[in-house]
């Protein structure tokens, strides 16, 4: 899969506005209610990576995830980057 140019990112990330930019990457933060919470929005973010073969990096501090997504075999942003920011969104508001 090829990278996303510069326009084509600006425009996906109109789409998940919670995800923020940073070179090839993009991040956004989701805090839970709690702890086990936040490792069970972890859990289903897990499936959803497995779905699409596509896997974020993920931080977890407390109740706080700090998640990134970049396309490792593309050396950058793909479409694959913006699916999968969709479904966390997804996750992270059936959890709000
Ligand atoms: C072989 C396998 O398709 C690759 O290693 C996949 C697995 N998960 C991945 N996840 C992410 N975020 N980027 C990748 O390039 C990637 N590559």
Avoid: C, Y
Avoid at 29 to 42: L, M, S, W
Avoid at 69 to 86: C, N, W
């Amino acid at each position: 899969m090829d990278p996303l140019d510069d326009s084509t990112v600006n425009q996906r990330l109109d789409g998940v506005p919670q995800w923020r930019r940073e070179g090839d990457e993009i991040r956004r933060t989701v805090e839970a209610r709690d702890f086990p919470t936040a490792i069970r929005i972890v859990d289903e973010i897990a499936v959803e990576a497995e779905k699409l073969n596509h896997h974020p990096d993920i931080d977890i501090r407390w109740r706080t995830l700090h998640l990134a997504l970049t396309t490792h075999d593309a050396g950058g942003l793909t479409e694959l980057d913006f699916t999968l920011a969709a479904r966390i969104d997804g996750i992270a508001a059936s959890h709000a």
